[in-house]
């Protein structure tokens, strides 16, 4: 049986010494912790780095200078083995808020002086004792919000605050009974089955009912927002994303995984489609386009009750052609 305590201690270990190290400091953290070869994936404009002390140079410093002082509060916390490469590798998943005072500017976001949230899920792939692939997603458009800017048009959804677990369970350190981790990616894997294809037959109320709870609760990022019910989540993105997008792609996942009561998944990208029906309330291109996303999910019994996902909407739009970081932030560039 796999308790995953070495690999979670390793990635809170990491946490704990990057949080506490000064500038001058990080790179020699990321080497301590991270494989000379890491595999970086995060969102647009950073995309895909290699090493630790690119990583570092690229994307944590620069976060840190505008976040002062960092804080990361996690919401899920918790590790297992892939099932899209015969369950042989152990990851760690880390969901939550990164917090601090948006004193600087971050990617020409013009700094607030209060508190911003940067909403982020890390997956790290553990091996021989390092971090050696990690696929870094966050809520961008948020945090553009926070500053006063408006990224994209109005949501069909709301973005209010994206909370954790209703029951404040998800930050799983100790070892979790391997059966239940087994019927949540069971309940996931029967989710992806009739959602992933949109060809069920059923009506889509119907289908989600299937292995959704009438109660769920769907926390979408900021440009689509979140929805509540079976009934909401129909009216207020699924139906609308179905009806703007056609030739979808099958879903391609690099790790798909769960501990307990939750787990999740995130693709390079998951999936490829064609926006025809002008969705977000931005043009229908017909180009087909990637989506980069992880999902977290909580399963009550045999069936989902809630799921957060992080969407790389910039990395989308900007295969569109449309620019939404650079045409957004542009006004406050010096």
Known sequence: MFDFQSEKRLVLDFYAALSSADEGQRRSVMEQFCAPDLVWRGYHPFHELNGPSVVSETFWQ???????????????????????????????????????????PFLGIPPTGKMAFLRYCEFHRIQDGKIVETAMYFDLPHLMLQAGLQPFPPQTAAHLVQPGPIGHDGLLFDTQPPEEGE??????????????????????????????????????????????TVERYAKQHSGPFRASFTDRSKTNHICRMAEGHFGGFFGWPNFTARPTGGFMGMPATGKSGEFRVIDIYRRDEDKLAENWIFIDLLHFWNQQGIDVLGRTVEPFQL
């Open 62 to 104: 620069p976060l840190h200078r505008a976040l002062t002082p960092l804080q990361r509060r996690m919401d899920i916390f918790f590790a297992g083995r892939n099932q899209m490469d015969g369950f042989a590798s152990a990851w760690v998943v880390s969901m939550g808020h990164l917090m601090g005072l948006f004193d600087h």
């Open 183 to 228: 019927r949540t990616l069971a309940t996931i894997n029967a989710m992806i089955t009739d959602l992933g294809q949109w060809d069920s037959g059923l009506s889509l109320k119907d289908e989600l009912r299937r292995t959704w709870t009438e109660d769920m609760i769907w926390w979408g990022p900021a440009g689509i927002g979140a929805t509540y």
